[in-house]
């Protein structure tokens, strides 16, 4: 069974600077990663995937993220946080092919500090 | 605009009864899900839909039920046998390895 580990429940992090948002996940085949951002009260927002080629994803927002086989890591990165980058973040996973199950971690709420 | 909508947006409902989320979408996307988040428990898969007339049960399909009968239409019924049913419920159609959120329901039994 596919599963997708996010072990921050919050991290915090100054505005201004870099924030990492940590994931690793488990799939029997070739994973599609996805990162996607939730405001309170709303639905969940796509910022980046990973299927296939270069293994840093660039995405919404100036976010970007690194996908390591070895590692079974998927983690998201910002150079520089912003005050409203402060939200829920949801790593996801899907098995390549013609599999349509997707899978989200438990989600990390970044908060970024002025 | 294109995009997913669900009705309604609040829903309070008494122990014993049945209720109906909507979810529409206009993407012509062939594949819908329907998730649960729970506060510190994420978002949890209760059906998706690969196609109209198919559907496969999720990681917590009891106590729920869906139908797809046309493509734009995914809806989920909460029953009176789902024990813990307050929560929120999110809808979501896939393209291209992408999920479409709509904006949730937030279901509350009295």
């Known amino acids: 069974a596919q599963s997708v580990a996010q072990p921050e429940d919050q991290v915090n992090v100054a505005e201004g600077n870099p924030l990492t948002v940590k994931c690793t996940y488990s799939v029997s085949g070739n994973p599609y990663l996805f990162w996607y951002v939730q405001y309170p009260n709303r639905g969940l927002q796509f910022l980046l995937k990973?299927?296939?080629?270069?293994?840093l994803v660039k995405g919404s927002y100036g976010f970007e993220a690194e996908f390591n086989k070895s590692q079974t890591s998927f983690h998201l990165k910002k150079p520089s946080a912003l005050v409203s980058d402060s939200a829920l973040y949801f790593c996801a996973v899907r098995e390549g092919g013609g599999y349509q199950k997707v899978t989200f971690g438990t989600g990390t709420k970044l908060q970024v500090i002025p | 605009d294109g995009g997913i909508t669900q009705s309604p947006k609040y829903l309070f409902r008494k122990e014993g009864q049945n209720v109906t989320l909507s979810c529409e979408q206009n993407l012509n996307h062939d594949a819908m899900y329907w998730y649960r988040q729970d506060p510190g428990q994420g978002l949890r898969l209760i059906y998706y839909s690969q196609i109209v007339n198919d559907f496969q049960k999720g990681d917590i399909a009891e106590g729920y039920s869906v139908s797809r009968e046309k493509k734009e239409s995914f809806p989920l019924t909460v029953t009176s046998a789902q024990k813990n049913p307050t929560a929120f419920y999110l809808c979501a159609s896939l393209e291209t390895g992408e999920l479409f959120f709509g904006e949730g329901s937030r279901l509350t039994v009295l």
């Open positions: 990973y299927i296939t080629g270069d293994n």
